[in-house]
């Protein structure tokens, strides 16, 4: 996917943010006031926490390419607190209000991303610098993440395989520096394989793209994988 993103490509993966938005929305619809008050699978959130973290990140992306065209490039987020107080202030809304913004941010930011015409201008995110159509991939992969944080019933069984190997290789290439994370060398059923950290004895950890991508951002504890026993790693996101 990377080198499809490369070459300023971007409609795969446009397509497959339209289904997950979709999917998501099926899923907040039907959250009541007290469910959207209830805790996520993230640590401290409740599902409100987590709906207005997805709608910021929709408006940061946003920003993101409007400076990038614009000749001025800008970072996701002004810095951590901004980022955090505005999540903070979002979990304070109604469930109907949530449900919108989800709606509406994603609506805005579909709308902008079809009028981009150049995808290669260059944008340093985290992980390095980038060509602008990675936010595409980004956007791909907090909307699937953070669905599974809702916990409204969605796994990574429910991640296609063709996303999930996109969303496995962004993650295998954000981590691929970092040696405090277990030393493991995954391979994935698709193909995909990578060697990680260098704590521990190094293991071999093989299974579904869509599997290893839920546990190396820290959702699971190694389900359907082999070997994967023991290991753990943060959360990301």
């Given at each position: 996917m990377l080198a499809i993103l490369n070459q300023g490509q971007v409609e795969p993966a446009l397509r497959r943010i339209a289904t997950a938005t979709q999917a998501l929305l099926r899923h907040t619809l039907d959250l009541e006031e007290d469910d959207w008050r209830a805790p996520s699978l993230l640590p401290g959130w409740s599902r409100a926490h987590v709906a207005s973290h997805i709608s910021r990140n929709a408006d940061a992306l946003r920003r993101?390419?409007?400076?990038?065209?614009?000749?001025?490039?800008?970072?996701?987020?002004?810095?951590s607190a901004a980022k955090f107080n505005d999540i903070e202030r979002g979990s304070e809304r109604s469930g109907l209000e949530l449900h919108v913004d989800l709606d509406t941010s994603a609506g805005e930011l579909a709308n902008l991303c079809e009028r981009v015409e150049d995808w290669l201008v260059p944008v340093r995110l985290i992980g390095?610098?980038?060509p602008l159509s990675v936010v595409t991939?980004?956007?791909?992969?907090?909307l699937t993440l953070h669905h599974l944080d809702l916990d409204t019933g969605f796994t990574?069984?429910?991640?296609?395989?063709?996303?999930?190997r996109w969303m496995l290789e962004w993650m295998l290439l954000l981590l691929r520096d970092d040696q405090s994370l277990p030393a493991v060398d995954i391979v994935s059923d698709a193909g995909v394989a990578a060697s990680l950290?260098?704590?521990g004895e190094r293991r071999t950890v093989t299974g579904p793209d869509a599997a290893l991508?839920?546990?190396?951002?820290?959702r699971t504890k190694g389900e359907g994988l082999t070997d994967a026993e023991g290991i753990s790693f943060p959360l990301a996101g």
């Open positions: 993101v390419i409007a400076a990038a065209r614009d000749g001025e490039p800008a970072p996701l987020y002004p810095s390095g610098e980038f991939l980004i956007r791909l992969h907090e990574w069984e429910d991640v296609d395989l063709i996303p999930a950290g260098g704590v991508w839920a546990w190396v951002t820290g």
